[in-house]
């Protein structure tokens, strides 16, 4: 090239230079203001901001105390399960991580990315959003295989609870699963997606079972990786429970009732302590415990059966002749009675224009108490009830606990109904009509009970006139809620009434009958509907199911001193006898096991 | 002749890049320090980034060494060569995160992107320096034009940083060299008009981190996440630093890129505002000393490849220093000297070389 520059040519532009050192200076000044309000303005705003970032508190969960029955048999147990959690902040690529995990767990794609979209309000960006509750070892072996290639995916084990006898259980241990937004706003130990006791004893020993969490502080690095632990706060398991519910009678029970609708109970009439108690039909509450899909909702809630319905709590039903032994101990109390003294009875007794029958058409003849309770004679309690009146009735029904929740340990406990003047007065605007004590007195009409409230005044008839609390806990003290008003010679009446009746061949309890013990019944037919003319002329068997009456047999059995009522309510069972009486005899069978022959003198 | 030579040697700029340089080290021992429960596992990147700056010295000694006019005549083939290298990325380019950057030489991931603005930089200073005086609308479209092939490949590879920064350095060199107020007017009006234009070229998520940008809160844990968090980083410094090693944000890694784009939060969080501000003088100090020698070079070309220069670093630490204080969105675009980076290290070498060289020279054709 040439040397021969020109002379202007070797200027650099003056205006350019200074633009550089204008630049240099502009460059300064900015970012030292910039430095100075981040670091020494705001210095201690961003250090606390920093320190909240890296300190994150992790929940440690207390094991759910584990719940046993009576002999010891584990009922609710804890087993892990594999939950797959998505971190957004560490995933690159939201959609096709779904895609993948559609195409490795089989679950369906929309329904994952509705997961994603409701959890994302819920869950911060480095914790873990749960797409799927419960993954199968297959599964959880493809995603792990994945993992490394799909950042932002975490198999996380979880405690899942489990029912060994899933379909025993179900309605008094009823189940746990997520925590629903109600739930999680009304309880401060409670964070998205813990698990809750949704019904039963669950929900009921919930504070119990759950324990406390444990918090652990860790210094965290952004993806959430765990650098140190800061400090840890042990959790407190959840204590375990023992049920007073025997498993063998319960499965026994469970056994007998198969294909029925209806409830039993076995109560020890000293204690309270329930033995067995049963809604039937039931489900396997194992289907709820990690999240219950749709379908399978479906079918047990379209379920004509109800599996769904726990009758123990939920249902009241009429008492019909078993109603009777309270209407006994009524007029005995109130010494409008005198139990030698006999009623005729022709098999209808007439009332204004209506015309009250007998179950027995061609009447039951001079019936006294006992046998008006033996034979269920419904004139002679139709006489009774007119002359009761339905005052004393509903007060003395009150005061053996009829009318209201027996307090068992189970949610939404249902009382029952128990009519007074006033209440028909308010609920139906009428005036009470005399009529109406003749239904009264033999169950039938407003009346509503529960099989609990029935053990429970069947259990005080035996124990001494106590009104006890029925309990589910082995560990529970026995609680004596009232006294019944019945003295011992009253309640011995019905009592040796009630023996009679499973042991007199005309009674209608002859199937509870059990060798060496003490066993008392009485049977109870409750009209679901009234039956026209033409359907009483049919054959029990093709009476429409849904028409057919419930069948009730309640009784008792004792031996060596120990004493249990027993409460078999088989819906649409026909006749007591025959539709509740096999149950209440399995159950006797098995608290009094006769001693085989040649064992033992 | 030794000591001559070594007199004609700039130190003073040697010594800021020095000094920047180890400072850079330094930090991306602890930016790159892991803290475990077992202590601090420290990934080898400063080690590999002292590797790169050893490999940097022979290059920088060519770049100073040999006469920088002979560029001049090496600017049309450079350009060239540039384009072909980008062109084959398209076609070799080995792909890391999305985007086509690299070619794999065995030895080095090489980024012709790097050496886009080396030769878009000779190749100005030397359309620039055949004339003098304000440019009208035909140079500046004629240059522009040419330098728009490189460019447009480099943005579509994806690497908006590295395609703007072309641009900017270019754009830098003519306003050294100066516009007539009526180019200077109408570009006033009619870039902010092409703009939208431009924002139809550019990726998806290009966009969204314009977007998070203008609104940051919008999406915290978003794009707008690594705004948020360098200032964060930054501003728990205060006044006098974590200390060495001490940077939370960093070593529990909320910061994002931290040994290369960010690198600047964990050198501010750990030296705090004092750090900082010796960090801030040093740079302006080493554009300066860049400045100086723009102003002294014996002639045009020389003064506008030291101009291309400055600007080439003076974008970078504008772009990177504003990203990491919050100031501009997130562009991937690497702090000289302090971000992590093997081509870029190299290329800041050969830079500086080349700012040496026309140092160097200044006194050969000395006027009385």
């Known amino acids: ?601 | 002749m030794d000591r001559k030579f070594l007199l004609s040697i700039n130190w003073p700029l040697v010594g800021v890049t020095a000094v920047l340089f180890f400072l850079g080290v330094l930090n991306l021992y602890s930016a790159s320090g892991f803290r475990m429960e077992e202590g601090l596992n420290v990934d080898p990147y400063f080690r590999k980034q002292l590797i790169w700056g050893l490999m940097g010295l022979p290059c920088m000694a060519v770049f100073m060494l040999v006469d920088y006019r002979h560029l001049k005549t090496a600017a049309w083939p450079l350009f060239w060569l540039t384009v072909v290298m980008l062109v084959a990325v398209f076609f070799f380019g080995k792909t890391i995160y999305g985007a086509r950057r690299w070619i794999d030489l065995g030895f080095m991931h090489f980024q012709p992107s790097e050496m886009a603005k080396i030769s878009v930089l000779i190749l100005g200073a030397r359309l620039l320096s055949r004339d003098t005086g304000k440019l009208d609308f035909l140079q500046l479209g004629g240059i522009f034009g040419v330098c728009c092939l490189p460019v447009i490949l480099v943005i579509k590879q994806p690497d908006l940083g590295s395609g703007l920064s072309v641009f900017l350095i270019l754009g830098g060199m003519i306003l050294y060299r100066g516009l007539t107020s009526r180019v200077l007017r109408t570009l006033i009006v009619a870039v902010p008009a092409t703009l939208p234009l431009a924002w139809f070229a550019l990726h998806d998520y290009q966009k969204r981190r314009i977007v998070s940008f203008l609104n940051p809160e919008s999406d915290p844990k978003g794009a707008g996440y690594h705004k948020l968090q360098s200032e964060i980083a930054v501003g728990s410094g205060e006044l006098w630093g974590k200390g060495f090693l001490g940077g939370t944000q960093s070593h529990y890694r909320f910061l994002p890129e931290k040994h290369t784009d960010f690198a600047l939060a964990v050198f501010s969080e750990e030296w705090g505002f004092v750090g900082s501000m010796v960090l801030l003088s040093l740079f302006c100090a080493f554009l300066y000393q860049i400045a100086l020698v723009a102003r002294d070079a014996k002639d045009l070309f020389g003064s506008y490849l030291a101009a291309g220069v400055f600007f080439y670093f003076f974008w970078q630490i504008l772009i990177n220093m504003g990203m990491v204080l919050g100031l501009m969105p997130v562009v991937g675009i690497p702090l000289p000297f302090l971000s992590y980076g093997g081509s870029a290290t190299l290329v800041n070498f050969c830079l500086v070389g080349l700012v040496l060289n026309v140092s160097m020279r200044r006194f050969l054709f000395k006027k009385v």
Request: charged share 25%; hydrophobic share 40%; with cysteine.
């Open chain 1, 1 to 601: 090239m040439s040397g021969l520059l020109s002379p202007h040519e070797k200027e650099p532009p003056r205006h350019g230079l200074l633009l550089l050192q204008l630049l240099i200076l502009g460059v300064f000044c900015v970012f030292t203001l910039r430095f100075w309000y981040l670091q020494v303005h705001e210095g201690q705003e961003f250090a606390r901001k920093a320190k909240a970032n890296q300190l994150r508190r992790e929940h440690v969960y207390a094991p759910r105390g584990l719940i046993r029955a009576r002999g010891g048999e584990l009922l609710a147990t804890n087993e892990p399960a594999y939950a797959l959690g998505l971190v957004r902040e560490d995933c690159h690529d939201v959609e096709a991580t779904l895609d993948a995990v559609s195409r490795w767990t089989g679950l369906d794609r929309a329904k994952l990315a509705e997961v994603y979209r409701k959890g994302r309000g819920k869950v911060k960006p480095f914790e873990p959003l749960i797409l799927s509750q419960d993954l199968g070892f297959k599964e959880v072996a493809e995603v792990e295989a994945h993992k490394l290639r799909w950042p932002g995916l975490e198999i996380l084990v979880r405690s899942r609870r489990n029912y060994s006898y899933g379909d025993l259980f179900c309605h008094v241990l009823g189940y746990v699963a997520e925590a629903n937004e109600s739930e999680l706003d009304n309880d401060d130990g409670l964070s998205l997606g813990d698990n809750v006791g949704k019904l039963g004893l669950e929900k009921v020993l919930e504070t119990r079972l759950r324990g406390i969490k444990g918090v652990r502080e860790f210094e965290v690095d952004v993806t959430g990786r765990r650098m140190a632990e800061v400090n840890t706060l042990p959790p407190n398991a959840g204590e375990d429970v023992t049920l007073a519910i025997d498993l063998k009678l319960q499965s026994l029970v469970h056994e007998a009732m198969a294909g029925k609708e209806g409830v039993v109970v076995v109560m020890d009439a000293d204690s309270g302590q329930v033995l067995a108690l049963l809604s039937a039909p039931t489900f396997d509450a194992n289907h709820f415990a990690g999240g219950i899909s749709s379908e399978e909702w479906r079918k047990l809630s379209d379920d004509p059966q109800h599996p769904l319905l726990n009758r123990v709590t939920q249902s009241a039903y009429p008492p019909g002749s078993v109603f009777k032994l309270v209407m006994a101990g009524c007029g005995l109390k109130e010494d409008m009675l005198n139990p030698s003294e006999t009623v005729f009875c022709p098999g209808s007794l007439s009332l204004g224009s209506h015309v009250f029958r007998c179950w027995r058409r061609g009447g039951h003849g001079n019936v006294n108490l006992r046998r008006a309770l033996v034979e269920s004679c419904d004139v002679y309690f139709y006489r009774l009830g007119m002359k009761l009146g339905v005052d004393r009735i509903s007060a003395f029904s009150f005061a053996c606990g009829f009318g209201k929740p027996t307090g068992i340990d189970l949610p939404h406990e249902k009382g029952g109904n128990i009519p007074t003047r006033e209440w028909k007065l308010k609920t139906f605007g009428e005036r009470w009509q005399k009529g109406e004590d003749l239904n009264f007195a033999i169950g039938q009409g407003y009346t509503l009970v529960t099989p609990l409230q029935v053990a429970r005044y069947i259990a005080a008839l035996i124990n001494g006139g106590k009104l006890l609390k029925p309990q589910l806990l082995a560990s529970a003290e026995p609680e004596v809620q009232t006294q019944i008003p019945l003295n011992a010679h009253e309640r011995e009446l019905i009592k040796d009434a009630m023996v009679r009746t499973v042991e007199d061949p005309s009674g209608t309890c002859w199937r509870a009958r059990t060798p060496g013990a003490v066993v008392g019944a009485k049977t109870g037919t409750a009209q679901v509907a009234r039956l026209t003319d033409e359907l009483k002329a049919l054959k029990d068997e093709d009476i429409p199911y849904k028409l057919r009456d419930h069948a009730w047999m309640a009784g008792f059995g004792e031996k060596d001193g120990r004493r249990y009522a027993v409460v078999v309510m088989v819906e649409h069972g026909l006749h007591g006898s025959s539709g509740a009486g096999p149950v209440v005899k399995a159950c006797m069978d098995y608290l009094f096991p006769q001693t085989p022959k040649g064992a033992g003198k």
